[in-house]
């Protein structure tokens, strides 16, 4: 294929069409009709072909340069597969990258809390050894020393509540009153 710019093939079509206007003696296209050129005498047969030859060269090059748009417009929309294509793959890889990132940064969490939850305990637990260890002997202490007046216990608790409270009775615990048989109320401890 000749090259053919598309602003000459224009320019040459354009000039064509002016010259045919002129030559019937009308202002647009629309008017011309075959009587416009064979009621004039002198638009001779060999005129009428000169510019039917130079309008075969004008349709000529418009198809050939058609059918070099309608390549570049096909190779453009193969261009354009290939690219969404390509476009379509990075998409799935992006996505396939932040899913394992996701993943890594969910086991990481998971993984530092447990860390920190049980280094924490393990201190706070520490913590309460250390404290319970010094200051569970003074208020075992403190508790034996006192005099406990604990009501509505049965009698079979009652050992069994101070062990809870760190007291061993040091001291005899008994009953206060008597228990009435009817009733079966408890008694003082």
Known sequence: MEKFSFEDILDDGTEWVKQILQMVETQTVGEVTSNSFTS??????????????????????QNQYTRHLEKQTQQLKSDVIVNQRTVIDLQRELVAAQEQQLTDLKTTIVTSVEDTVKTELGLYRDALQKSNNQSGDVIKEEIKSRNQMIFGLAEETEQQVLLELFVKPSIGASSVGLEN???KKVRLV
């Not at 047969?45 to 060269?57: D, I, M, P, T």
């Open 40 to 61: 004039r005498p002198d638009i001779t047969n060999e005129v009428l072909a000169e510019k039917l030859a130079s309008a075969l060269n004008i349709v000529n090059m």
């Open 181 to 183: 048989c009817e009733t």
